[in-house]
């Protein structure tokens, strides 16, 4: 089914420990997201790219860094893991300006670090 | 004060009541979303406007622009509503509400 692909969907992590968040989107969507949710508050932005080859920092971009491969794909990744990144992570992508629907989300990856 | 706020933080419901989840915001927009993220973590759009009023099945979404006030209506409710339904508002950047868990009892 077209959309946005998350990997993993559930990871345990040490303290210190490093990964990568994979994000794939099939639509042709020109801006990808990352965003994090933790309990009580709303999504918060951590990184973004508004097309191929650019991104920039959100709200909350501390201890994370991104790569937008390719049009499709936009990855995260947290290269020294802290408990205070346990959270559940969202990619959502969008086509700026149109679409019936404004944004795409993947299923989420819930993260714990140790 | 946040940016974007909604209300009631927590709904409880019986089946086929009419629901009303409302959002305000303080920031200008140039669309507002509506959301929903079901028990298992997944978000869908549901709504994407910037003006008057969108109907998606039992699902009608409003805007006034003037009062910077948003609302989800649902017609009709069902135990599978159960979900938290959350409105952000994009202009530059796209700013998330807290979200509204909104539990239908059968």
């Known amino acids: 089914n077209a959309g946005v692909t998350q990997t993993p969907k559930f990871q345990v992590l040490k303290t210190g420990q490093s990964m990568t968040l994979q994000c794939a989107q099939d639509m042709n969507h020109n801006s990808m997201y990352w965003y994090r949710q933790d309990p009580g508050m709303g999504l918060r932005l951590i990184y973004y790219?508004?097309?191929?080859?650019?991104?920039d920092k959100g709200e909350v971009p501390n201890g994370y860094n991104v790569s937008r491969l390719n049009k499709r794909e936009f990855s995260l990744r947290l290269e020294s893991a802290a408990p205070s990144q346990t959270s559940v992570y969202f990619c959502?992508?969008?086509?700026?300006?149109?679409?019936?629907?404004?944004?795409?989300f993947g299923s989420g990856t819930r993260l714990t670090v140790v | 004060k946040n940016e974007v706020e909604q209300s009631p933080q927590n709904l409880t419901a019986q089946e086929g009541e009419f629901i009303t989840i409302n959002c305000s915001y303080s920031v200008g927009i140039s669309a507002l979303h509506w959301l929903q993220q079901h028990p298992g973590g997944g978000i869908v759009s549901l709504f994407m406007?910037?003006?008057g009023k969108k109907k998606h099945g039992r699902l009608i979404a409003t805007i006034n622009i003037q009062e910077k006030h948003s609302s989800l209506h649902i017609t009709a409710s069902h135990p599978r509503d159960s979900a938290v339904y959350i409105c952000a508002t994009s202009l530059d950047k796209v700013i998330f509400g807290p979200g509204t868990s909104l539990s239908v009892i059968p």
């Open positions: 959502a992508s969008s086509e700026v300006g149109q679409g019936r629907y404004g944004y795409t």
């Open positions: 406007l910037s003006s």
């Open positions: 790219s508004a097309s191929e080859g650019t991104t």
